[in-house]
């Protein structure tokens, strides 16, 4: 498998500010990658050095085999990108704005805009101005996804899509693995993630904490299990991957490492399972676990950080 | 009352964020209106020549069209600040135009004012804290020019009738503004209409004060803009004419509050027009984006440029018996000029369309800045389109736009000029207008320097065109060193037509253009985007 986009120890600093400090960051050709982590981050930052529109202090960048600080222009004929915040000229047509964009990326596939455009219920013909911020987002995406290019480059792309356009995005999305496209999608929506990634990367204060395929993360997490038992059970407060154990009579509620899964059950089976169910581990919850500790404790230089 | 609810905490904000703005603005206008009354004291001390000027200015239709009646040639301030009296009053219309959108519908449009209406701020509060900063601004500047009118030693009287007059028109094109601002969605729109207003009464003013004693003269009482000249300062200062504008404002002011109750926050009154699904053909390419973006401003200084020429060059033909005191032909011979008052008068002229091209080429140069804060820029650069290009696309129109200009300016000054003296004069005034590119291209290659090198400071553009203009029109009066007037590439222009045509000095500031442009374009090569 050849990789789409390779960063390594990228250090971007602006003024006193160090945005990115040593961030990891591998997407696969072909792969659809989810790019997680809170605001200010340095989600946005990254994708500008990818772009070429920040000049990275340290680290080295590749981007579809070139260098995007270098070879701007010629990467930028195989790449689309959908910026976090859209802002369109007041007086352009949505329209007149896909067509610019993709006439100025070296072309758009007619079919698909046509199509695009349909499925996602946007009037061509309002004036920048008028758009809602969902709109806005709307005109940027259809420019992208009807370009015929190897790489999207999506930066919270469905931030002010209702549920509705949401799942069309999903679904344009899937289709785009099925041509063997590659996305890498900056998101906060943890169950667009979860729906659409085969591999997400988290960053945390300009650095990559976790990276992997779904499984992989899933693995490092905690099953929710809350059983009825006929008896007490015993033994599992003093199992180390128990956490946060509640026993109400014969009821207990409980979080356990996946790797003590296993032992857990047969503690229960010992003291006689009535009824059991077991949440498995969503992203939201290895999000949350990533970041509420440690940015509890680093909350003043989190602070410091801007989202650019 | 609650829809005024939280008024003065935007008046506040608004104050915050003009900190610099506002005084500058006021401060420029008083010392403009002092340092004419100074400088026309000297200039004419005995009420011959006071009268000699204002029988030649009053005989003058272009004169009269430009800057309207000397009610009283006897007057010494009637004398000094005729020429401030309509003109002055236009720019200061200007200011509260911009000051009253810019806190109204730029502020809607760019969305902030949701943000503020969304926290106990009522419907009106808005429109009324940018009313009472347009009004309380328009006062100071008033009073304060006043002021600045008496030290000299004009009559308190006429300097307070002036000053109000001032006053009155600011607060009049603010009302104007203010009911603008609620027609269109766009800042930019609602900004041209009250302009437009602004056109339409110049123009009015000057029909009704052009046509004589035997026209219909009550024709400029129609105008706004006549108004503060029907006051008539230090010439008998009726103060009750300053109530026709006071009343005209206040029913646009009522007007405006009217459309704010029957509209939605962010809508106009005027319905956005759609517009087509597809790009034209032609828009495909960086170039072709800009010159969508930048055509609508250039047609409107484009028009502004050929009215100049065309008064300017309808007053050089007989500007010969304007100036009948040696002091006048002192002045203007001073003001630039070596040989005959006529191309003297036209080199002035010349001197002074270069550098509102040069204004021109700045903004046109800024407009890169301001897609790159609009994250305007970041989609088109994020497309096969280098920064180079993308850059050259807008610096395409600051140049060529300040030439096309330059030649609008020319074309029509000519013609005008050789329709009143001979043909032969045309190339002389047509080539005395394209002389001036050179000293405005280095403007702009000073506003794209910054853009390239240090984009947050990116206003040294105006900076150092503010700085030129001072040394160029202060400099030889109070007489400073050579060297300090050679730092303004204005100084460097030939005075065409009149003196002999050398290309040395035009050479050199392209020469010095170019070399910023450079470094403009080796700054943005390197540079992040933001």
């Not at chain 2, 030889?476 to 040395?504: C, E, M, N, R, Y």
Request: hydrophobic share 50%.
């Amino acid at each position: 498998m050849t990789t789409a986009i390779s960063v390594s120890g990228l250090i971007k600093t602006f003024g006193r500010t160090r945005a990115l400090d040593g961030l990891d960051l591998t997407v696969h050709q072909g792969e659809v990658h989810g790019f997680l982590g809170p605001n200010g981050a340095g989600k946005s930052t990254t994708i500008r050095v990818l772009l070429g529109l920040l000049k990275a202090d340290s680290g080295t960048v590749s981007l579809l085999g070139g260098d995007p600080w270098r070879d701007t222009v010629t990467l930028h004929r195989r790449l689309a990108y959908v910026p976090g915040e859209v802002s369109l000229w007041p007086n352009l047509s949505g329209g007149e704005v896909i067509d610019l964009l993709g006439r100025l990326r070296g072309g758009l596939n007619e079919q698909r805009r046509a199509d695009l455009l349909d499925r996602f219920d946007l009037d061509p013909t309002k004036k920048g101005r008028a758009y809602s911020k969902g709109n806005k987002q709307k005109v940027a995406l259809i420019a992208a996804l009807a370009s015929d290019v190897e790489l999207l480059i999506l930066d919270e792309p469905t931030s002010g899509l209702d549920p509705l356009m949401e799942s069309v995005f999903q679904d344009c999305i899937n289709e785009e693995r099925g041509r063997g496209r590659t996305v890498l999608l900056s998101s906060h929506i943890l169950a667009e993630v979860e729906a659409l990634c085969d591999r997400v990367s988290i960053i945390r204060l300009g650095r990559t904490v976790e990276t992997g395929t779904l499984a992989d993360l899933r693995h490092l997490t905690r099953t929710s299990i809350s059983a009825e038992l006929a008896g007490t059970p015993e033994g599992l407060a003093g199992l180390p991957g128990v956490h946060d154990l509640r026993v109400d009579g014969n009821r207990v509620r409980f979080d356990v490492d996946s790797k003590d899964l296993d032992q857990a059950l047969g503690l229960l089976t010992r003291a006689g399972v009535r009824s059991l169910t077991s949440q498995p581990p969503t992203l939201e919850e290895l999000f949350l676990r990533h970041y509420a500790d440690d940015l509890a404790r680093e909350t003043g230089r989190h602070a410091a950080m801007v989202k650019s | 009352m609650t829809a005024f609810v939280g008024t003065w905490s935007l008046v506040r904000l608004a104050l915050r964020r003009d900190r610099i703005l506002l005084p500058a603005w006021i401060l420029v206008f008083v010392l403009f209106a002092a340092s004419s009354a100074g400088a026309s004291i000297g200039l004419y001390p005995t009420v011959e020549s006071r009268v000699a000027l204002g029988a030649s200015a009053n005989a003058n239709p272009s004169l009269l069209a430009l800057y309207g009646w000397v009610f009283d040639p006897t007057s010494l301030g009637a004398i000094s600040l005729y020429k401030l009296v309509a003109l002055g009053a236009a720019m200061v219309a200007v200011l509260t135009i911009l000051v009253t959108v810019r806190h109204t519908r730029a502020e809607e449009e760019s969305g902030r004012l949701e943000l503020i209406g969304a926290t106990v701020v009522g419907r009106y509060a808005a429109l009324a804290a940018a009313l009472i900063v347009a009004t309380g601004a328009s006062l100071v500047l008033g009073l304060l020019s006043a002021v600045g009118l008496m030290s000299p030693g004009l009559p308190a009287a006429g300097s307070f009738a002036f000053g109000l007059g001032w006053a009155a028109t600011g607060i009049v094109f603010a009302a104007v503004a203010a009911v603008a601002a609620q027609l269109t969605a766009g800042a930019r729109a609602a900004t041209g209409i009250a302009t437009a207003v602004l056109g339409a009464a110049y123009l009015i003013r000057a029909v009704g004060d052009s046509t004589g004693s035997g026209g219909p003269s009550w024709f400029s009482w129609l105008s706004p803009l006549s108004w503060s000249a029907q006051v008539r300062p230090f010439a008998g200062d009726r103060w009750w004419v300053l109530v026709l504008p006071l009343v005209f404002a206040a029913g646009l002011v009522v007007a405006a509050f009217a459309l704010v109750a029957r509209r939605d926050l962010g809508a106009g009154l005027l319905p956005d027009r759609r517009g087509p699904a597809r790009a034209a053909a032609g828009l495909s390419s960086p170039l072709a984006l800009a010159a969508r973006l930048q055509r609508g401003a250039l047609v409107g200084w484009a028009t502004g440029f050929m009215v100049a020429g065309l008064v300017f060059g309808g007053i050089a033909a007989n500007v010969g018996s304007l100036a009948d005191s040696p002091q006048a032909r002192d002045m203007i011979t001073k003001l630039g000029g070596q040989q005959g008052l006529t191309d003297a008068f036209m080199a002035t002229e010349m001197g002074f369309l270069a550098m509102i091209a040069a204004a021109y080429g700045i903004q046109a140069a800024m407009r890169l800045r301001s897609e790159e804060t609009a994250l305007r820029a970041e989609p088109v650069l994020a497309t096969s389109v280098s920064r180079t290009r993308w850059a050259l696309s807008h610096l395409v129109f600051a140049l060529a736009g300040s030439a096309f200009l330059l030649i609008v300016a020319g074309l029509t000054a000519g013609l005008s000029y050789a329709a009143a003296s001979d043909f032969g004069q045309f190339g002389r005034v047509f080539g005395a207008a394209l002389a001036q590119l050179p000293a405005a291209m280095v403007l702009t290659g000073i506003a794209f320097a910054a853009f390239g090198l240090v984009p947050r400071y990116s206003v040294l553009g105006w900076a150092a065109l503010a700085a030129f203009v001072a040394i160029g029109l202060v400099g030889p009066i109070i007489g400073v060193d050579q060297w300090v007037l050679d730092v303004s590439p204005f100084t460097h222009t030939p005075k065409l037509p009149g003196t002999a045509f050398t290309a040395v000095p035009l050479v050199w500031l392209a020469a010095v253009a170019a070399a910023a442009i450079a470094i403009g374009f080796a700054g943005f090569r390197r540079r992040d985007v933001t």
